[in-house]
């Protein structure tokens, strides 16, 4: 009587040619294993070592720089006679302020890089809005006499003239000899800056950059 259980079966693999494998593992075409692969680093390092990357991307520029500052050399700046730095980033074509001259002015004290006190952004009393707002003083008087507790309207709504930011006291004296139309730089000491009080980002007993620029001379009548 014939046996009711099947015959086993046995299965052979037959092994595929070593160029091409079933199953290739991810070690099959890692990077580092094909032939003349580099890693990035390692070509990074390759590179430098050879000068391209110094060659091909210089240092990176200074923040001045980056943001289309004029970046000025400590030797180019003149010395005023109450010994302010300064230098004239463009001369002007205009009248000469002197002493005495009611003036209208920009100004931006930059510290670091970064604009702290500005009178491009004088306030409005409706609203936080802010203005481009010159300011006015008399070229040699004392800093902070113009700063009184009146109003003013112009196309940009109603504003104060307190509201307007304060400026360090080195610029009622080296705007004299500037011509209108004229941008200046001062180096602004402490002691003429904002002293131990400081102002803004500016902290106490900080050196800043003044820049100024000369936009009118206003007449007493205009006054």
Do not use: W
Not at 97 to 120: L, M, N, P, W
Not at 122 to 143: C, D, H, M, W
Not at 165 to 193: D, Q, S
Not at 201 to 206: N, R, V
């Amino acid at each position: 009587m014939a046996s009711s259980a099947l015959p086993s079966r046995t299965f052979y693999r037959r092994a595929l040619p070593s160029s091409a494998p079933s199953h290739p593992s991810r070690e099959t075409f890692a990077p580092c294993c094909l032939p003349g692969a580099v890693s990035r680093r390692r070509a990074a390092v390759q590179l430098l070592s050879a000068g391209f990357l110094t060659s091909v991307a210089p240092p990176p520029p200074s923040l001045a720089a980056r943001r289309g500052r004029i970046v000025v050399p400590p030797e180019d700046y003149a010395t005023a006679p109450d010994g302010l730095k300064y230098y004239d980033l463009v001369e002007g074509k205009g009248p000469i302020a002197e002493k005495g001259s009611a003036v209208q002015v920009h100004f931006d004290c930059i510290y670091r890089g970064i604009t702290a006190v500005s009178s491009r952004e004088s306030k409005l009393l409706a609203g936080n809005r802010s203005i481009a707002q010159p300011y006015e003083f008399t070229v040699g008087s004392l800093p902070g006499k113009e700063r009184k507790r009146d109003f003013a309207d112009n196309a940009n709504g109603l504003y104060s003239a307190q509201a307007a930011p304060k400026p360090p006291a080195a610029m009622y004296t080296i705007t004299e000899g500037m011509k209108v139309g004229g941008k200046r730089r001062v180096i602004v000491p402490p002691e003429l800056g904002y002293g131990k009080r400081g102002m803004s980002e500016i902290p106490p007993d900080a050196p800043f950059e003044l820049d100024i620029e000369l936009l009118e001379l206003i007449s007493p009548a205009k006054k």
